[in-house]
């Protein structure tokens, strides 16, 4: 039997093998791996300590909130403070960016959701963490954070699930650990991730499909459509947690999407705490991410808590999805 790479010890790796991934890099995703464990272990059993339900608040982009979303927040804003690598911290359960510390040497910011898909968790469904790390430009807090996806120097999720399993990308590939329990450790368990080319699934919140613009509407038609030539019907997966679904078409291939309806006319998914972070990891898996008509990497952010449209996974599934916008679905392939 093999000894386990633990984090430590590849990223410790990772830190030879490349110039830019640096030490300072390296705590930060430590850290995240501490807090995750931490979460992780609250989370089987919040059911018995009594931080499952709803607290009677909302967030501060207006989604109802859990018990486990504020402790979950209190979790990943305490871990990073304590690196003094952190001069800020943008979190869809702070209304304004949180300044963690002025010292010169808090070379980063961070974007993070820190319990993803938290309405999963009264019914024991997966659940995420999902993060992104900016190097400070020099500028204002606000000016380091609203940047574009495509300038994280580090990115990625945590599932808690079955089991628990962090994925990250700091520019060099894709990896991914899984929380070996009894060790206490995150072991690598899949190495440099590679989303396929196309796949069989796609996930949607179907519940809004009247609501969808026609284009939208058609191609989902056509995804479930009898045609086994041109691989089809697709298969519907949804879980309700975005990091989940993403996982799923990060290992397996096929696309999620999540457009504009009357409720979300801007889209309901948020840019740099969800969106941008999970394109890194997209693109450097060899997926794609996309508004449906931009990069989503190339999206300027403009706004802390912006929300938008995203389509995300296997770069055959999402060109699908954007040619449904551009054309009539007869010209589709």
Not at 89 to 96: G, R, T, Y
Not at 137 to 159: F, H, I, N, P, W
Not at 160 to 186: A, P, Q
Request: proline share 4%; net charge negative.
């Amino acid at each position: 039997m093999s000894v386990g790479v633990t984090l430590s010890r590849h990223l410790r790796e990772e830190e030879a093998r490349h110039p830019d991934m640096t030490v300072e890099l390296s705590t930060l995703l430590d850290q995240l791996g501490f807090a995750s464990k931490i979460l992780s272990r609250e989370i089987g059993r919040a059911a018995l300590v009594g931080q499952l339900g709803l607290i009677g608040e909302t967030n501060p982009t207006g989604d109802p909130q859990k018990k486990l979303d504020v402790y979950g927040n209190q979790i990943m804003v305490e871990a990073f403070a304590r690196t003094g690598l952190v001069a800020g911290i943008v979190s869809e359960e702070l209304e304004e960016i949180k300044q963690v510390t002025g010292a010169e040497s808090a070379r980063y910011v961070l974007s993070i959701d820190p319990v993803d898909g938290s309405s999963n968790t009264d019914i024991n469904g997966a659940i995420g963490t999902i993060f992104g790390v900016y190097r400070r430009t020099g500028g204002s807090l606000e000016s380091d954070l609203l940047r574009k996806g495509s300038e994280q120097v580090l990115a990625g999720y945590v599932m808690y699930s079955t089991s628990t399993m962090l994925v990250y990308t700091c520019g060099h590939g894709v990896h991914g650990f899984t929380l070996d329990r009894d060790l206490g450790e995150f072991l690598l368990s899949h190495e440099n991730i590679r989303c396929p080319a196309r796949g069989k699934y796609y996930s949607a919140n179907l519940g809004r499909y009247q609501d969808w613009e026609p284009n939208i509407r058609g191609c989902v038609d056509w995804l479930t459509q009898n045609d086994p030539a041109t691989g089809r019907p697709y298969s519907l997966r949804y879980s309700g947690a975005l990091v989940g679904d993403f996982h799923r078409c990060l290992l397996e291939g096929g696309f999620y999407f999540y457009p504009p309806d009357s409720s979300h006319k801007q889209g309901k998914l948020r840019l740099l705490y969800e969106a941008a972070p999970l394109g890194l990891i997209a693109r450097e898996a060899g997926g794609r991410a996309s508004t449906g008509r931009q990069d989503i990497l190339d999206v300027q952010a403009t706004d802390i808590h912006q929300r938008l449209p995203l389509v995300i996974g296997s770069a055959h599934e999402v060109g699908l999805y954007e040619q449904f916008l551009s054309r009539s679905a007869a010209v589709v392939t």
